[in-house]
């Protein structure tokens, strides 16, 4: 609701037919002080009691003397006229059977696709020349265009950027191909469609208002409202894999006004009439608001339709053999493709250093250009006088001859700004994504379940993470629930669901059988076993499967089940139990969901012996404030709850009252008027379970153990050992989520500073006290101090307020772990932006498992999803998915590290080879008079990128590595160099930009100066321009290809390849294109050249000695370095070199991590959770690339990872 606009003076009620006006005088405009049942901090806390702020219509309803009941119907109709003066969301009707009345709706007919014949090239050029590189290229190519301005001729740049295009096109056009297909396949699936009589149609042909018939195992082809099923109580079993992954069925029912349709026969589905009024289309799943009127005597003008009344596109029907249901929303207003949004737009931290040094070099290329012009007018005028030079000057002239010299020497030094370097990451980055994707690794072999690189633009950021934030439940724990302890009657023992007849005897003998305990055993498992949403369904083989969308209500169903009261069947009226052999029936009257907001659920029930019974279970803070007043329980209760989380368990508090027929009947009015409404009913709707969730008896508590995933605190250990810290963001109890950093070793050696205050100036009185322990202002000690900060949701929301953060934030830096409970997920997403906002050159990592880590998951740089028990919807909001926490070390220890390392010399190479070949034409302006005459051959030019140095980067960017897989596992410190960015920065980037000016200088000047005299050739003749630039071009082409061969730390067969077989194109180019004239009206200038190039010994002692020149110094340094200054990765290198290939394997060890090579091993190495142990392999026994096989063991806590287990790149 509009929470910031509540203030009001005046209010019109309606009551029994008259209005009453009631003067409501506003003290603020707060509104938790004007809706006193909301909890008191919303969305940002751990309060979840109710607020008794007095409030003004509650008061003047007193002053009215009207019953409570109905003071609370005036209340929320208060409450509802509140927002109606919103602006209201679209809506719509839905005539049935009025197919005229419907037209104006969109039809069924989906397109994903990115183009279509026509908009593909508008948008496709649109979308390209967006990029600054590209509308570069493409300004200079049309400069060429312009007679007597290009040096190089009108298409040497125009040749290469439509090369370039054309391979983003291709690739354009293969996928979007792929969506056409699929859009294609979807709008022609048939469905029988009634009209008249029941036709087969066509999905793009449905339209809303139909009425459709589905059979088992069909899917929907859009959003239906139920009208009936063949089951007799109108059910219909649905799968929603396709939308939110979770593979337990999920439970549907008619709308009783419609149920009875269509199992006579056509003829009343003919006849009826009536309409569906509904909010617009949205992207809410889980939501629904509607109302039906069905036409006829006796019913009431409107009966609100649930959300289980809702049949989504996507979805499948299962165990049902038909269903019958009224279109809603058709094609791209259906829930489905609502919810097709692009993930946000992220962008990699070496994607803007490099934009920034694009724009640096082209102002380099300006100023280049613009020395260049001037010095041409200048040249120009001083030898004027010289007829033989034609310079037919006219006065007045100098200007516009500097502006067209301008424009000619920015076009012949335009090639310092690579045109291929886009596409070549582009497909590095896109191969890399499938090194992750076919890494075996990473793959979870228990479900089947591989890693997917769903963003290919951000592998390098992955080398980079300073900050990882974690759920809790589902990614550092398995999400397998299982009850281990209980409180009840004030009693507490420990439950083993799997002897459940033992267990009974027990829990008697423990609560001595006397009758009001006995009552309470028998209510507490009645709780568990009618309280939830679980589904169940007979199975021959294994007698009664569960359906559960939660493994926490599943464990709790099958605990009770064990201990003798079980759940038989459930449809949306009843659900039957046995209770010790003997069968009770209970109808259901209402279902209070589960919400995030509300963290309980509750249940209404008529008894089989008529009474009516609310069930309630939830969250200690939630459950404790509704309990009657001096509960016995709650003290005892609470201190067994106080010890469960201190275990690490999962608890629930277990709660129930007795409600009086009148009592229940005038809150029914209530929940009706609720659910009926149009506007804010989800928020109506938990105002009205607030009336009713009160006065409630504790019967006890669970607690649910989730254990740990496979090697978590190895894990954390690894990724502390990378300087990489590991902020815990958990929606559980504070006792659980320290109980779980203890054991998952997060807070292992910390000194826990906790903040629980309630107010924000405790808060900031708490955190100031820990700043001054910490001496905050020293920033150094800081970030070595072992401590660790604990902070609850509530606390939070007031260290998130802007006066406090940036103490809250320094404090949270400061510390080597982060544990923040009972957080929101909204929480969780401000919590990473606080980080990734004010923490300059650091990358963030969110992790997560459920719809609750979305926000998280795309608020930060790189976001990864488990593909766990919790749906898919944090892996659909990921860029990278996979199903353990523990994959994450390799992750980013290797294949981070790794991509980081490629790029970084992909970049840096890709700017070198250009500037090194381009700033030869500068040096040669000066021995040509400034004219733009360039030295090499304008196709020469253009096919540089293209052809000549385009595989050396490629090679460098996908098979290069510093050190092996194990070897970085083993060493998790060896991390810290690619999180600095170490090897790509604006210092390393001018660097490199200087070797290649210094490279450029020592091929031009060393070839100009040899044969500037005119060296003779073996037919007498001397050298000419073509031949000195030609002589130029090679030795720049077999340096530059040997500079890649340099600062290539892996040779596999493709990197010989790449680099050798760059250099032999060349060659074989020169000897095909010196023939082209005159049978190809291009290269009249290389005609015969490669006779005289091949036949002097001058040529090939210049591509030989210049290459020596340039890159022998760069051997030199680098040695030096490495042996006198040498990193620690240098270290490892050399380490590695000192190891047989094929004495090496990884192991997880309990015992005293201790890293081992065989030989001259890393024993002086920093302590790691990996432990390596001699294993002689083969070297055969691996390849290159992502083939290795599986031959993990596990045992006793430890496992192997053999040499060949380990990806080979």
């Given at each position: ?21 009631i003067?409501?005088r506003?003290q ?21 009691g ?17 019953s409570?009941?109905?003071r ?11 927002h109606?003066a ?9 005539h ?12 069924n007919?989906?397109?994903?696709a990115?183009?279509?014949?026509l908009?593909?090239?508008p948008?496709?050029?649109?979308d ?21 301005i ?10 290469p ?9 291709v690739?354009?056009i293969i996928?979007?191909l ?15 469609v ?18 459709v ?5 069909q ?15 109108s059910?219909?079993y ?15 029912q ?5 149920s ?11 006849q ?6 509904c909010?617009g ?12 009127s069905?036409q ?41 493709l ?8 992220k ?22 250009s ?9 040249w ?8 033989y ?5 006219s ?9 067209y ?21 582009e ?5 890399q994504?499938?090194?992750i994707?076919?890494?075996r ?73 006397k ?16 309280c ?17 969308s939660?493994?926490?209500?599943e ?9 003798g ?5 459930r ?9 010790f ?12 969901e589960?919400t ?42 609470g ?7 201190l275990?690490?368990?999962r608890?629930l508090?277990i ?30 709707l938990?105002?009205a ?5 009160k ?12 254990k740990?995933q496979?090697?978590?605190?190895e ?7 990378a300087?990489i ?8 109890k504070q006792?659980?989520?320290?109980a ?14 906790i ?13 100031s006290s ?14 070595e ?10 606390a939070?929301?007031?260290a998130?307020?802007?006066?406090i ?13 982060v ?5 929101t ?21 969110a992790?997560g498992d459920?719809?609750?880590d ?5 608020a930060a740089?790189?976001g ?20 353990q926490?523990?994959?994450l ?5 290797v294949?981070g590290?790794?991509?980081y390392h ?31 005459q ?44 690619s999180?600095?960015?170490t090897?790509f920065n ?8 200087a070797?290649s ?10 070839i ?18 073509w ?6 071009y ?33 060659f ?10 005159p049978?190809f009206?291009v ?6 050249l490669?006779s ?47 190891c ?33 142990t ?11 690339a992502f083939s ?7 045992k ?14």
């Amino acid at each position: 609701g509009n929470r910031g606009q509540m203030a009001r003076q005046r209010e019109l009620i309606q009551e029994d037919d008259r209005v009453e006006l009631i003067e409501l005088r506003r003290q603020g405009s707060d509104a938790d002080e004007e809706f006193p049942l909301r909890r008191s901090v919303g969305n940002q806390g751990k309060s979840y009691g109710v607020r008794h702020t007095p409030n003004p219509l509650v008061s003047a309803c007193e002053k009215l003397k009207v019953s409570n009941w109905r003071r609370y119907l005036l209340f929320w109709k208060s409450h509802s006229r509140i927002h109606k003066a919103e602006k209201p969301k679209p809506r719509r009707t839905i005539h049935i059977n009025s197919p005229q009345l419907n037209r104006h709706f969109c039809s069924n007919h989906i397109s994903t696709a990115k183009y279509n014949l026509l908009s593909f090239f508008p948008l496709f050029l649109f979308d390209q020349f967006r990029r600054y590189a590209n509308l570069f290229f493409l300004a200079i190519a049309l400069l060429q265009q312009i007679p007597g301005i290009s040096p190089t001729g009108r298409f040497t740049t125009a040749v290469p950027l439509f090369l370039v295009l054309l391979a983003v096109a291709v690739k354009e056009i293969i996928e979007d191909l792929r969506r056409h297909r699929a859009d294609s396949r979807q709008n022609r699936q048939v469905v029988k469609v009634l009209r008249g009589v029941y036709e087969d149609t066509h999905w793009k042909n449905v339209v809303v208002g139909d009425i459709v018939w589905v059979r088992d195992k069909q899917f929907f082809p859009a959003d239906l409202l139920l009208l009936s099923s063949s089951d007799p109580k109108s059910i219909c079993y649905v799968k929603t894999s396709n939308l939110d992954g979770e593979t337990n069925l999920k439970i549907k029912q008619a709308h009783p006004e419609t149920s009875l349709l269509g199992l006579s026969g056509r003829a009343d589905l003919l006849q009826l009439k009536g309409c569906v009024e509904c909010e617009g289309p949205n992207n809410r799943l889980y939501e629904f608001t509607g109302n039906i009127s069905v036409q006829g005597k006796g019913r009431r003008a409107a009966e609100p339709i649930l959300t289980n009344q809702i049949l989504l596109r996507g979805s499948q029907l299962r165990n049902t053999r038909w269903v019958l249901g009224l279109v809603i929303y058709t094609g791209h207003d259906s829930k489905l493709l609502r919810n097709a949004n692009r993930a946000p737009l992220k962008r990699s931290n070496m994607e803007s250093i490099t934009n920034g040094q694009v724009l640096y070099l082209f102002f380099v290329l300006v100023v280049l250009s613009l020395v260049s012009s001037i010095a041409s007018t200048v040249w120009n005028s001083l030898n004027s006088h010289r007829f033989y030079l034609r310079m037919e000057a006219s006065t007045g002239s100098a200007v516009l001859h500097l502006f067209y010299s301008f424009l000619t020497f920015l076009i012949l030094y335009n090639n310092l700004i690579p045109i291929s370097l886009i596409v070549t990451l582009e497909v590095v980055k896109y191969i890399q994504a499938y090194f992750i994707n076919f890494d075996r690794d990473l793959y979870y072999s228990e479900t089947d379940t591989p890693a997917l690189a769903r963003n290919s633009n951000l592998s390098e950021e992955l080398g980079q993470v300073k900050y990882i934030f974690a759920d809790k439940t589902g990614t550092l724990t398995r999400n397998e629930m299982e009850l281990k302890q209980c409180s009840i009657a004030g009693q507490s023992f420990s439950v083993d669901a799997t002897h459940g007849q033992d267990q009974i005897a027990s829990l008697k003998r423990v609560i001595k059988v006397k009758g009001k305990e006995t009552a309470v055993l028998v209510e507490f498992l009645k709780v568990l076993a009618l309280c939830h949403s679980v589904v169940p369904e007979s199975d021959k083989k294994r007698g009664v499967a569960y359906q559960a969308s939660s493994p926490d209500e599943e464990a709790l169903v099958k605990a009770a089940s064990a201990c003798g009261v079980k759940l038989l069947s459930r449809t949306p009226e009843t659900v039957t139990i046995d209770v010790f052999g003997q069968t009770e029936e209970y109808k259901v009257l209402n279902l209070l969901e589960f919400t995030s907001d509300r963290k309980r659920m509750s249940v209404i029930l008529r008894s089989p012996e008529g009474s009516i019974r609310l069930m309630c279970k939830g969250a200690e803070s939630v459950v404790f404030n509704r309990l009657v007043e001096g509960d016995p329980l709650c003290q005892e209760t609470g201190r067994h709850l106080e010890k469960f989380a201190l275990d690490g368990l999962r608890t629930l508090c277990i709660s129930a009252t007795n409600l009086d027929e009148a009592t229940y009947m005038e809150w029914e009015k209530v929940y009706y008027a609720a659910s009926t409404s149009q506007e804010n009913r989800e928020r109506a709707l938990d105002e009205a379970a607030e009336l009713i969730e009160k006065n409630l008896h504790l019967l006890g508590a669970t607690a649910v153990e989730d254990k740990l995933q496979e090697r978590v605190p190895e894990s954390i250990e690894c990724l502390r050992k990378a300087s990489i810290k590991v902020w815990v963001l958990t929606g559980d109890k504070q006792e659980t989520a320290i109980a779980t950093g203890f054991s998952s070793k997060q807070l292992t050696g910390l000194n826990l500073m906790i903040c629980n205050e309630r107010t924000q100036e405790a808060v900031n009185s708490r955190l100031s006290s820990f700043a001054n322990q910490l001496s905050l202002h020293n920033r150094k000690e800081l970030s070595e101090h072992k401590s660790a900060l604990i902070i609850d949701g509530q606390a939070l929301a007031h260290a998130m307020d802007p006066s406090i953060s940036k103490l809250f934030l320094d404090l949270a830096l400061s510390c080597k772990s982060v544990v923040c409970s009972r957080v929101t997920p909204a929480q969780k997403a401000a919590v990473v932006e606080l980080v990734k906002r004010n923490v300059k050159r650091s990358i963030t990592l969110a992790i997560g498992d459920g719809a609750n880590d979305v926000a998280m998951i795309q608020a930060a740089h790189v976001g990864v999803g488990i593909s766990g028990r919790e749906g898919m919807q944090a892996t659909l909001a990921s860029d990278y998915a996979f199903a353990q926490f523990h994959f994450l070390v390799k992750l980013l220890l290797v294949h981070g590290a790794w991509n980081y390392h490629r790029l970084s010399k992909l970049i840096l190479y890709c700017f070198y080879k250009n500037i090194c070949l381009y700033m030869i034409e500068f040096w040669f302006v000066f021995y040509n008079g400034f004219s733009g005459q360039p030295i090499f051959e304008r196709w020469t030019i253009g096919l540089y990128n293209v052809i000549f140095t385009s595989l050396p980067p490629l090679v460098l960017g996908l098979f290069d590595k510093d050190v092996d897989a194990e070897v970085r596992m083993l060493r998790p410190s060896l991390y810290r160099s690619s999180q600095r960015g170490t090897s790509f920065n604006s210092k390393v980037f001018w660097i490199w930009v200087a070797v290649s000016i210094v490279h450029s200088l020592a091929i031009f000047f060393v070839i100009y100066y040899g044969l500037h005299h005119g060296a003779p050739l073996h037919d007498g003749k001397v050298v000419g321009l073509w031949f000195v630039g030609n002589t130029i071009y090679t030795a720049t082409v077999v340096t530059v290809c040997v500079k890649a061969g340099l600062e290539s730390e892996y040779w596999p067969w493709v990197t010989h390849a790449a680099i050798w077989g760059s250099i032999i194109s060349w060659f074989l180019f020169v000897a095909a294109y010196s023939h082209f004239w005159p049978t190809f009206p291009v290269a009249v200038e290389m005609v015969g050249l490669d006779s005289k190039l091949f036949g002097s010994f001058l040529f090939y002692l210049s591509f030989l000695l210049c290459p020596a020149i340039c890159i022998l110094p760069e051997v030199l340094v680098k040695s030096f370095r490495m042996h006198l200054f040498p990193s620690e990765v240098d270290k490892a290198k050399l380490e590695q070199q000192q190891c047989p290939a094929g004495y090496l394997s990884v192991s997880y060890s309990n015992k005293r991590p201790r890293a081992r090579l065989y030989g001259d091993g890393l024993d002086d190495a920093e302590e790691s959770p990996l432990e390596y142990t001699s294993n002689a392999i083969s070297s055969s026994d691996y390849g290159y690339a992502f083939s290795e096989q599986d031959h993990r063991s596990l045992k006793h806590g430890a496992m192997k990872i053999h040499k060949r287990d380990v990806i080979r790149m």
